[in-house]
T-cell receptor, first 116, second 111 residues
């Protein structure tokens, strides 16, 4: 298994441009997540999905959009990029809860985005 | 607003010593607790999970949970320079689909 993969690894955008960050997992996990991580600020949840066709906002959704048409893929769309979106973006996935406790998230390698 | 608090560090320990990392959380009904290790420039890696009060040991790592005090800790025995990283505490509330992460504690193990 490749686990969680993300593309691209690095990207520089100009203000106002748009792009899609790709995330794919091959573990048949139902739950998928997008986080951003700013230096010294921990991980902030942007959007998450509990299955194909179902998405919901996290803590910091403004400026982003997501879709989930398949179990494997969960792309994150940035529209009208702004310098405040300069960050490292991580995608993660987890299995559906079994006993109501297990919730171990597995992370992709990240995308480092700079908006100038 | 659910909060997870960690000392940002850096926490410096000599090689071979025990490193103790602490985390407190605000949501009293939290039910699952996790420790992630993150090397500089890399993604978080799950190293421990704990769901009930008490201790859970895995190799050199021991996670401790005290729900009454809303406190979870990670002990690293026989610390090695390769343990130098930022350690993230994460908490899941009952009925939630989300994890709340602390800002992380940076650990430096001095040879």
């Amino acid at each position: 298994n490749a686990g969680v993969t993300q593309t691209p690894k690095f990207r520089i955008l100009k203000i106002g441009q748009s792009m899609t960050l790709q995330c794919t997992q091959d573990m048949n996990h139902n739950y998928m997540y997008w986080y951003r991580q700013d230096p010294g600020m921990g991980l902030k949840l942007i959007y998450y999905s509990v299955g194909a066709g179902i998405t919901d906002k996290g803590e910091v959704p403004n400026g982003y959009n997501v879709s989930r048409s398949t179990t494997e893929d969960f792309p994150l769309r940035l529209e009208l990029a702004a310098p405040s979106q300069t960050s490292v973006y991580f995608c993660a996935s987890t299995e559906r809860e079994l006993a109501g406790f297990s919730y171990e998230q597995y992370f992709g390698p990240g995308t480092r985005l700079t908006v100038t | 607003q659910k909060e997870v608090e960690q000392n940002s560090g850096p926490l410096s320990v000599p090689e071979g010593a025990i490193a103790s990392l602490n985390c407190t959380y605000s949501d009293r009904v939290s039910q699952s607790f996790f420790w992630y290790r993150q090397y500089s420039g890399k993604s978080p890696e799950l190293i421990m999970s704990i769901y009930s009060n008490g201790d859970k040991e895995d190799g050199r790592f021991t996670a401790q949970l005290n729900k009454a005090s809303q406190y979870v800790s990670l002990l690293i025995r026989d610390s090695q320079p390769s343990d130098s990283a930022t350690y993230l505490c994460a908490v899941k509330g009952a009925g939630s689909y989300q994890l709340t992460f602390g800002k992380g504690t940076k650990l430096s193990v001095i040879p």
